[in-house]
C-alpha cells in the first residue's frame, strides 16, 4: 500500500489543534502546499472532526496518520478527494490515562508509544499490517520530579518520546524530572525496557529533541530555559553524552517578554541546520550544526510571524518552513537559505487553521 500523494505535487499538510474553549476548531484540519512555489493551494478543510487531536503523527510507510485525543489514540487512512486530502477513520484505542501530549511511531512501524504530561505515564501499543491500532500492552508509570520550578516540576511530566533511527531505543525527555529517559525498544512484542537516562539542568524543562539524519547526535529542547542540550549518541550502547548546552534567546531577548516558553526543535532533512521556536516571544531561532562535534553556533532569530508558534514542520524538499500560530490561528511560511539555513517570511503565504498546535507534512 502506498500514500495517493507519493508523486503527487502538491504533497498534504495535516493539523492537530486545540478544540477546547470558545475556539473554532472542530479536529484535524488538512490543506494542501506545493514546494515549487512555497504556497498553500485553497483553504485548509476538515479532515476528521474529533476532540483535543493535539499531537499528530504519520506512520513510516503506511498512508496512516496518528492522532492524539481525548482518553484515546486514533488512527486513519489518509487519502485525497476532490483534491483536497481526507482522512478516513481505521479504530481507535484506549490510553487508559488523560489526553497525551505526544504520540510516536517506530521506525519499523510496529510500535506506537503515546506519552502522558499529566499523569506521568508512557503507555505503548502494537500496531498492525495496516496500521491499526492494538490494545496497549505496556503501561509505564514515572516517579521523578526534580522541584526546581515548583509551578512546573511538582512532579513527573514527560511531554514526548522519539524512536531512535534504528527503532532499537526509545528517549522521552521530562519535562518534571529535568532527565531525558532511554528505553529499549522490542519491536516483535513492542516492549520497552528501561536503559537510564541523561541530565539537563536543574529547571531547565525538557520537552521535545531530535536525532541528527545520520544518528550520530540528540538535541533536547528545554521549554522553561529556552535552550538547547547537545548530545553524542552511541546507538549500540544506548547511551547519551552531553555536547554542551546552547541558548536558543539572548539575555536581552529573554528581557524582552515575560513567560516564554520553547516550543519545538526540528533539524533540517540535510543535518546542517537546527531550528526551534519560542512561545511569547513569538520567534524561531535557527542554528547551524558543526558535523563533527555536533556542537551548535545560533546564526539568527526572526518573527515567527504568528502568535503563540506552538509547532513547526520543514517539508521534504527542505525548501520551506511552516509554523502554526496557536493563538492566531494561522500559518506562516519561510522560505529556507540553502546555504546558511536562514528564514525569510513569505510575505504572500499565509493559511489560516483554528488554534493549530501540531503539523505533519505529507509523503
Known sequence: MTNAFTDANPIPVFFGTNTGGSGTSKGIYAASFDPDSGRFEGEAVLAAEIPFPGFIVRHPELPVLYSTSTETVRAFHMGEEKSHPVLTPLNA?????????????????KTLVTVHYGT????????????????????????????????????????????????KYLLVPD?????????????????LTPRG??????????????????????????????????????GQAGS??????????????????????????????????LYTANRG???ISVFSIDSSSGELTRCQNIPAEVNW???????PSGKWLLCAGQNSSNV????????????????????????????????
Request: aromatic share 8%; glycine share 8%; proline share 8%.
Open 93 to 109: 484505542e484506549m490510553t487508559q490515562s488523560e489526553q497525551a501530549a505526544h504520540v510516536s511511531v517506530s521506525p519499523c512501524g
Open 120 to 167: 506521568g505515564r508512557v503507555v505503548v501499543f502494537p500496531l498492525h499490517e495496516d496500521g491499526s491500532i492494538g490494545p496497549s500492552n505496556q503501561s509505564i508509570q514515572l516517579t521523578k520530579a526534580s522541584g526546581a520550578n515548583p509551578d512546573r516540576q511538582e512532579r513527573p511530566h514527560p511531554h514526548s518520546a522519539y524512536f531512535d533511527p534504528t527503532g
Open 175 to 191: 519535562l518534571g524530572a529535568d532527565r531525558t529517559y532511554i528505553y529499549a525498544h522490542e519491536a516483535s512484542s513492542s516492549c
Open 197 to 234: 537516562y541523561a541530565r539537563s539542568a536543574q529547571g531547565a524543562g525538557p520537552r521535545h529533541l531530535k536525532f541528527s539524519p545520520d544518528g550520530h547526535f540528540v538535541y533536547v529542547l528545554n521549554e522553561l530555559e529556552q535552550t538547547v542540550d547537545a548530545f553524542a549518541w552511541d
Open 240 to 273: 547519551l553524552q552531553s555536547n554542551g548546552t546552547f541558548a536558543g534567546l539572548t539575555d536581552n531577548e529573554k528581557a524582552e517578554t515575560d513567560g516564554i516558553l520553547a516550543s519545538e526543535i526540528r533539524i533540517h532533512p540535510n543535518g546542517k541546520f
Open 281 to 283: 516571544h513569538n520567534s
Open 309 to 315: 508558534p506552538r509547532n513547526f514542520n520543514i517539508e
Open 332 to 363: 506562516a511560511v519561510f522560505a529556507i537559505d540553502p546555504e546558511s539555513g536562514k528564514l525569510t517570511p513569505s510575505e504572500n503565504t499565509r493559511l489560516t487553521v483554528p488554534r493549530p498546535i501540531c503539523i505533519e507534512v505529507g509523503n
